[in-house]
């Protein structure tokens, strides 16, 4: 169900695509501005957003045909017809990294660029998961406790007419993308923090945060895309893990690098790998005993937030030392 907020004659406008494309708006202005801020020409940074809002687009709508194919006649009809069917945030990560490769070495480095798209990224992903206000997607289970928000938000059953309370997945997703959206701002803008920061550590920071919010909050969506080759792990979680997983690789390597190769770096990797492992096994537990879901998420919940506080620990260790000034 998406809900009408206008008509005009033949044209008819949702409130979630409304909300989508304030989003979207939002995230280039601030992707503008973060440019700015890090010396990227204005010509190239417009040419970068123009880019990455085409190739998001068109990646978007690709991913969720190869997921969903059922929901179209075609492929032709998947990408011309934008009335029908969806987006796969997936394809706009794609798309930004895509025109970062592309546009990076006239922007002032690939990674300067990606670092903006991350602030930017998190403020449009922030709004644009509120949209969901106005649909039946991006939700949980029926909760019959706690339904009220933020835990829950009522929606219309399609198939019985019936009012039903279910997990507001989606409004976990946006207060957690509000919350990085802030701290990465804090690190891009701040004079204190940005000269510790080389170029690309802002984009590990939140492909860490990222992935470890959505390998446990896409589990819970009723509507997860999954891979035709594997219906059991969302595809969602799939690279949410990966990016994660490559992002402490990144940060470990930046570590060693900086500090040397201490003992204990070998413990925390074997540890952070271990609670990958216990994680990994919460999500086929929770496939297997539906019921006890509270508990197996509880466990999968807490696995993450260690991983991602050993993470930080490597990605901090990682940073540069600010250049020395003279003073008289």
């Known amino acids: 169900m998406n809900q009408v907020a206008f008509i005009l004659d033949n044209t008819t406008l949702y409130w979630y695509s409304i909300v989508l494309a304030l989003a979207v ?22 040419a970068s957003a123009l880019l990455a809002v085409f190739l998001s687009l068109v990646f978007s709508r690709l991913i969720f045909w190869y997921c969903r194919a059922d929901s179209f006649r075609s492929l032709g009809q998947a990408l011309t017809t934008p009335s029908s069917g969806s987006l796969a945030l997936a394809g706009a990560f794609l798309g930004c990294a895509l025109t970062a490769l592309i546009l990076g070495s006239f922007a002032g480095g690939t990674r300067k660029l990606l670092d903006c798209m991350c602030v930017a990224g998190a403020c449009a992903i922030c709004l644009g998961r509120l949209g969901n206000f106005f ?8 909760l019959t406790e706690m339904t009220f928000l933020p835990w829950a938000y009522p929606v ?27 701290v990465l701002s804090y690190l891009f803008f701040s004079p ?13 920071l939140f492909a860490m945060v990222y992935g470890a919010s959505q390998v446990i909050l896409d589990s819970t969506r009723y509507d997860s895309l999954y891979l035709r ?18 992002s402490i690789i990144l940060c470990a390597i930046g570590a060693v690098k900086k500090c040397g190769l201490k003992k204990w770096m070998i413990l925390v990797w074997v540890v952070i790998a271990g609670l990958f492992g216990g994680a990994g ?21 807490h696995c ?21 000034t003279e003073t008289d």
């Open 229 to 246: 080759s594997n219906g059991f792990v969302s595809m969602v979680q799939i690279l949410a893990a990966v990016a994660l997983g490559v």
């Open 25 to 46: 708006t939002a995230g280039i202005c601030f992707f503008m501005a973060c440019c700015s801020h890090a010396g990227v020409r204005p010509a190239w940074a417009a």
């Open 135 to 142: 649909t039946s997607a991006d939700r949980g289970q029926i």
């Open 192 to 204: 204190r923090t940005r000269k510790y920061l080389s170029d690309g550590k802002l984009t590990l």
């Open 281 to 301: 096994y919460m999500e086929y537990y929770v496939q297997r005993h539906s019921r006890l879901a509270f508990f197996a998420y509880d466990i999968m919940e």
């Open 156 to 182: 219309v059953n399609a198939t019985s007419g019936e009012l039903e309370y279910r997990l507001a997945t989606f409004l976990f997703q946006a207060v957690i993308a509000g919350l990085l959206f802030i």
């Open 304 to 324: 993450l937030v260690v991983i991602l506080v050993l993470g930080i620990y490597l990605w901090k260790l990682s940073l540069h030392e600010p250049a020395q």
